[in-house]
């Protein structure tokens, strides 16, 4: 490059180091960090579910590093037109569950009913009524149910920080 060569900026593009999933991952993947950066016990119940269920569950969203969270919020808020129709769908790094890996995005939709309808006996409690793919821990939803759904994101206190 020259003096009168403009510089040039490369973007990375994130991949499985930052929790970008590879197409058919299930929760069995140890391999990949999305699933294997997930907290133990929210991993332990996904595995526990998977396997009675019969089921493949697919992690298609999981651990992330906070780089790749600011990525796909800035995508949400290209692709929605503004910050506050974006956080309906994606959370800030500061924010997300998935950064520190206790959330999961499930699929496909088998995987998803067989936990709406069974998951609350694992822990695993689906969040919002806009995200059924969506799911956290909540281990005392095994004696008492999973508490109300947030209709989204911006209806949950903590991610109001």
């Known amino acids: 490059m020259t003096d009168r060569e403009p510089a040039r900026t490369t973007t990375r593009v994130p991949g499985e180091a930052d929790g970008a999933v590879p197409d058919g991952t299930t929760v069995f993947d140890d391999g990949v960090p999305a699933v294997a950066n997930l907290d ?56 997300s569950p998935h950064v520190s890996g206790n ?19 694992y822990g695993l409690c689906q969040i919002y009524r806009n995200e059924p793919w969506h ?10 149910g999973c508490p109300p759904r947030y209709p989204d994101p911006t209806h949950d206190p903590r991610m109001r920080r």
């Open 40 to 95: 133990p016990a929210l991993l332990a119940a996904l595995r526990r579910a998977a396997t009675d269920a019969g089921v493949e569950f697919r992690v298609n969203g999981g651990w992330r590093s906070p780089d790749y969270q600011r990525r796909l919020r800035r995508s949400a808020v290209s692709r929605h037109g503004s910050e506050e129709e974006a956080a309906r769908w994606v959370a800030t790094p500061e924010t």
């Open 135 to 144: 799911y956290e821990l909540r281990p005392e939803a095994v004696e008492h």
């Open 103 to 121: 959330a999961v995005d499930v699929g496909p939709a088998e995987a998803q009913a067989w936990l709406s309808e069974h998951g609350a006996a």
